[in-house]
């Protein structure tokens, strides 16, 4: 008990707790809408077409977080534009820009002089390595989208589910949508820290998954997909600590075995507590 105690002593392990936190609330809020949109695979799109900003960032000495949000931004407001504007299905929009960020990156990242110390990280995300500057970024965009989501919840709830409804009542859908998607490109680039491209998409649709057999109110599936996010960092993050292993798969890890856990065990239950006509014992 005094070891794993002793862990807190340690700055960069807060600053990882407070990402981890801050982290759980933006991808709660952001996959709840794209799970629910059924756009899940958008934010793996985003996310490798962001290596593209990432190689340019490394190649012109800029940094990589910044070339990241950029692409990723871009890349964002490309596939909807596409399936929108251009009649481009969606899949195709996601996979084309996926392919030409991925390429992109590594042409630059190829013509960087020297070894790019860093990309690693970005590759596979390192939650532990997290800075101040970091947790400022991320608990201001944290309170915008908050806010955000707090004031516009029901022009986004009836954009996610029904944007054909949604616009005979007036709403401007494809502003929201663009708006929304932003912001879900903003949060995929802050939470490469934590899961790094290759695994971040399971943070935006895993607590979902978990959330979902407890409910599917929009409203409640966010609070759920922000607990059981936080609880999977947590956990991947002490694991990771103690057994020095990758911070970034331990934490997918942990949050598959706690959805296969609570799948397993509702599948056993839900028979013993409901008749075969649906109705409770």
Not at 35 to 40: D, T
Not at 71 to 95: M, Y
Request: proline share 3%; glycine share 10%.
């Amino acid at each position: 008990m005094h070891d794993l105690l002793s862990i807190f002593q340690y700055s960069f392990f807060i600053n990882a707790i407070a990402a981890g936190f801050l982290t759980s609330i933006l991808a709660g809020i952001a996959g709840t809408y794209i799970v629910s949109r059924k756009i899940v695979f958008i934010s793996g799109g985003i996310t490798h077409a962001s290596f593209g900003g990432i190689g340019m960032a490394f190649f012109l000495g800029l940094n990589p977080f910044l070339g990241a949000a950029v692409f990723a931004v871009l890349s964002a407001l490309g596939i909807e534009w596409a399936t929108s504007k251009a009649n481009v299905r969606e899949d195709s929009a996601i996979a084309i820009l996926w392919s030409l960020g991925m390429a992109i990156g590594i042409i630059f990242v190829f013509l960087t002089p020297g070894y790019a110390p860093n990309l690693m990280s970005f590759l596979f995300g390192n939650i532990l390595t997290v800075t101040h500057a970091d947790l400022s970024y991320m608990l201001v965009l944290a309170i915008i989208v908050s806010i955000c989501i707090t004031l516009f919840y029901r022009p986004v709830l009836y954009t996610a589910f029904d944007p054909e409804f949604a616009q005979t009542t007036g709403l401007k859908t494809q502003l929201i949508k663009y708006a929304v998607t932003v912001v879900v490109a903003l949060t995929i680039v802050f939470s490469i820290r934590i899961a790094g491209i290759i695994l971040v998409l399971s943070l935006f649709t895993i607590p979902q998954s978990i959330a979902g057999i407890f409910t599917h109110d929009f409203k409640a599936m966010i609070f759920y997909s922000i607990g059981f996010g936080f609880v999977g960092i947590m956990v991947g993050l002490v694991g990771s600590y103690y057994y020095n292993l990758p911070s970034g798969a331990i934490i997918i890890f942990t949050l598959v075995l706690i959805w296969a856990l609570i799948k397993g065990f509702s599948k056993i239950i839900s028979p013993l507590l409901f008749s075969e006509k649906g109705e409770a014992l």
